[in-house]
């Protein structure tokens, strides 16, 4: 396979200035007649005429009227042609009803849908699908379909046919084509200069009762985009569309979103509270991605974390405002532990703005997505607020229209500011998460607080240099009185000192407030000191940290040590639930424990080898000694959080919800399920119905309620994948394999769905102790699936590889087990580029 590089750049030869598409539409094929102008790039040396072309058959070419014979390969034509303005027109066909990869024109449901980002659009035609060739797009659509749509504003329309025209020139990977029989759910949005916008939300007959939710998020977006950026939306018309079989969660082709429809649909009957949230972010992050990448877009696919990382910024920010800005960053830190530092910590580990790549699919990643986004975070921090939207303003007047780097968009804030950036770039060049360490001395009324950085070397850096830190800090006093509010310390050296003077007794620091910077930190307190800090912490963020860590620590006793659990986290979550000022969602979330995989984690790297079933036992251990210590506040706590009100999936009850859950978890475990029983019956939302079932199962309970779950919900194929998920999630170490195996069996099983194979196989990865069986048997049947689903969906396949990336963290049986696996996936015949370049990466 060849590889990409960053430092090989270069300008394609020729500018686009129009493209005109027509498509006749048929489901093996599927004509597509392009007629583009070209005309030589000025700021070009290389005037090689290639076009990117895949799986196309040719059926005609022609240069200014002339037909002509160009040299096609596998991955596209050359051609000679004028070095003068010309029009290339070309006749393909091609063949959606057995696009099983879902990426180019496929078909879903009988519907024609495409997806284009990174690298799709050359399985449409041929053309320089490169995001740096920017053109208008007029696009014709004939087909026997009652609904055709595509970019841009309708331009004509008559029986069997439909005209859209694009005024914004777009690169190829934002084009988008659906046909298919949908009914619109329609809205209206009045921008900020006063035009009017058709909305419409595009479902299959049947999901009309899934739209409300989706629509009210998106006007709510394009009205906070006004409102915070100033950015108001373009075209008469958004549409955004449905569809069932999609590799990720969405994508913000322009004027034409398409939606997988687990990121869209939603009711209170079928959508838990978790679902109505992660859709309002996703609405809003495709939305927002009109100006951050649309109008803007990434001179080349390295620069991905330039759209990626400033619309997941523009999400979260999104996120904090409609809801809890603390419970959004707690759930932002979490996410980021789970997905992105094993990814920087492991084989895997690639900067935020990468240097090369084999197959660009694969670095649509947590780290240029979720840590992209923390960079943002980072500058904004260290700006200001106030130079952070002058940057902004400046960024979008500068480079409207335009296809930017790093560079492009850090010039905006020197601008701005006059501040250098060039160290605080190694953040986008450098990979691996930094380790901030503390140590503190007391002497004389002066608190000195010693910060040391140092990143691990990761795959090809094994030098590593001081990045730009910013560290929020704030002192308590001993009484817990906040005696300096939070302060961001700039820590720029391998090892620097910060003095406080002033002070009557030593403080007790709180550092790293907010989770102000995506690093480790390591801060060796006491028990007893981080009961201080969960008690008294006024920064919300560090107050919960407090409390994870207290039961990480705990948790690691109890694994090396067989310890007991210790009183400081079990009266310290004790008084949390007590503590009816705290917001229910955050309480709930400081009853949340370290995830097992994270634990495992821990232990490596602290120098012991994780041995899955100790941990599974200590959590297990830890949260029945919980259920036990707070006994006697459940009952009143069920009571106080049921809610009496209809129900809104807002931040306030769903709040509630989750507090609920916790509690009703714990009350099973001491009841062994009665009134998760209870609590199942009179369930009036998904979010309640699925809690309670999950508490049944994993107080081995509930085998009648899955199956009247299933009866009730077997049309319905998003809550279909929520029951094949729980089963997985729910097993007990020992069967989760042979649950996972036998639902693979399942009649509804249709593995060639994204949704439906993740929501097993995924959920099989993610059960850690029943991963990583000491026989292998996990290994292999996941080992089974991807090599089953490659040669289907090779995207797919290759994001679920990352489910090996920790195999080095276990002790050798495990790893020799892992790496077979790992190795037979390699070796299979034909395996994709995708698949290929992860499992070898994988392997190191
Ligand atoms: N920009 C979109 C990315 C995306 C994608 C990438 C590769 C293959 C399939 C894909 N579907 C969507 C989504 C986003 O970040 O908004
Ligand atoms: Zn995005």
Not at 229 to 242: K, P, Q, S, T
Not at 473 to 490: A, H, I, Q
Not at 532 to 559: E, K, V
Not at 619 to 643: F, G, Y
Request: overall charge negative.
């Amino acid at each position: 396979p060849t590889t990409i590089y960053l430092k090989d750049y270069t300008p394609f030869g020729y500018l686009v200035d129009s493209v005109h598409l027509t498509f006749d539409l048929a489901d093996h094929a599927t004509r597509v007649t392009s007629r583009i102008a070209f005309r030589p790039n000025p700021d070009a040396t290389d005037r090689t005429f290639f076009l990117h072309g895949e799986d196309l058959t040719l059926i005609r070419a022609a240069i200014d009227g002339a037909e002509i014979t160009p040299d096609v390969t596998e991955t596209g034509l050359t051609a000679e042609v004028p070095n003068a303005p010309f029009i290339w027109e070309a006749i393909v066909e091609i063949d959606p009803g057995n696009n099983t990869a879902l990426e180019g024109l496929y078909m879903s449901n009988g519907m024609y849908c495409t997806q284009c980002e990174a690298e799709g659009f050359r399985k449409i035609t041929y053309y320089p699908d490169r995001p740096d060739v920017m053109s208008t797009f007029t696009v014709r659509i004939n087909g026997d379909l009652p609904v055709l749509l595509s970019n841009g504003n309708p331009s004509g329309k008559g029986k069997g046919w439909a005209e859209w025209t694009d005024p914004w020139p777009k690169p190829a990977y934002l084009f988008a084509l659906v046909a298919g029989d949908l009914i619109a759910h329609p809205g209206q949005f009045t921008t900020m200069s006063g035009r009017d916008v058709a909305l419409n939300l595009w479902v299959r007959p049947g999901d009309e009762e899934k739209c409300a939710f989706g629509m009210e998020a998106l006007k709510k977006s394009m009205k906070w985009d006004e409102d915070v950026y100033g950015r108001e939306y373009d075209l008469d018309v958004f549409n955004i569309v449905a569809v069932d079989d999609f590799n990720m969660g969405a994508m913000e082709n322009k004027g034409l979103n398409i939606f997988n429809s687990s990121a869209v649909l939603a009711s209170p009957e079928t959508s838990t509270d978790d679902n109505f949230e992660r859709i309002e972010a996703i609405i809003a992050h495709e939305y927002f991605h009109n100006w951050t990448g649309n109008r803007i877009t990434c001179r080349d696919w390295f620069q991905l974390c330039l759209k990626e990382g400033l619309t997941v910024f523009r999400d979260a920010e999104f996120t904090s405002d409609m809801r809890s800005a603390p419970v959004k960053r707690i759930h932002d830190a979490i996410d980021l532990r789970a997905r992105q530092f094993p990814e920087d910590n492991g084989p895997l580990s690639h900067p935020v703005r990468p240097e090369s790549f084999q197959e660009i699919n694969n670095f649509y990643t947590a780290t240029v997505y979720e840590k992209g986004a923390e960079l943002i975070g980072m500058l904004k921090r260290l700006v200001g607020d106030e130079a952070y939207k002058q940057a902004l303003d400046l960024y979008f007047d500068r480079h409207d229209g335009q296809a930017c780097t790093i560079e492009d968009w850090l010039k905006v804030f020197e601008d701005t500011t006059g501040r250098d950036l060039t160290q605080f770039k190694r953040w986008y060049s450098q990979s691996g998460t930094p380790r901030v360490t503390v140590s503190e001395d007391w002497a004389d009324g002066v608190y000195t607080l010693t910060l040391k950085q140092r990143t691990d070397p990761t795959p090809g850096q094994s030098e590593k240099l001081p990045q730009v830190i910013p560290v929020a800090v704030g002192l308590l006093s001993p009484n817990g009185d906040e005696v300096r509010p939070t302060e961001v310390l700039e820590l720029t050296e391998a090892e620097q000192s910060f003095e406080f003077t002033g002070l009557a007794a030593k403080p007790v620091a709180s550092i790293l407030r907010d989770f102000s910077a995506p690093v480790i930190l390591e801060h060796d307190h006491t028990d007893a000191e981080r009961a201080f800090l969960l008690a008294h912490d006024t920064d919300p963020f560090n107050r919960w940290q407090a409390g994870r860590s207290l039961a990480q620590d705990t948790l690691l006793r109890m694994i090396k040590h067989d310890a007991a659990p210790g009183a400081d986290y079990l009266d310290g979550m004790l008084t949390v639930l007590r503590d009816r000022d705290l917001d229910p969602a955050y309480r709930a979330l400081m009853l949340g424990l370290p995830t097992q995989s994270e634990l495992a984690a821990a232990l490596f790297e602290s120098g012991e080898t994780p041995d899955p079933m100790a941990i599974w036992t200590a959590v297990e251990t830890l949260r029945q000694a919980t259920a036990q210590h707070v006994q006697d506040l459940l009952p009143r706590l069920l009571s106080e959080t049921q809610i009496d009100a209809p129900f809104r999936p807002d931040a306030e009850q769903a709040g509630k919800r989750a507090l609920g859950g916790t509690v009703l978890y714990l009350t099973s475990r001491l009841d062994g399920g009665i009134k998760a029983a209870e609590e199942y019956a009179a369930a009036d939302n998904m979010t309640r119905q699925l809690t309670a079932l999950s508490c049944l199962l994993r107080a081995g309970a509930g085998q009648a309620e899955l199956t009247s779950f299933y009866n009730q919900w077997q049309h319905d194929r998003l809550v279909v994948d929520k029951w094949f998920a729980l089963q997985v999630s729910t097993a007990t170490p020992e069967a989760t394999v042979d649950v996972t195996r036998a639902l693979t069996q399942h009649a509804d099983f249709n593995w060639k769905n994204p949704n439906r194979f993740r929501s097993v196989i995924s959920a099989l990865a993610m059960n850690h102790a029943g991963f990583h069986r000491p026989d292998g048997a996990g290994y292999e049947l996941l080992a089974d699936w991807l090599i089953r689903l490659d040669p289907v969906n090779p995207q797919t396949t290759a994001r679920m590889c990352s489910a090996f990336q920790t195999w080095k963290r276990y002790d050798a049986e495990r790893q020799g087990l892992m790496q077979a696996q790992l190795t037979r996936i390699a070796e299979t015949p034909n395996l994709s580029r995708d698949t290929t370049e992860m499992v070898s990466r994988i392997l190191g």
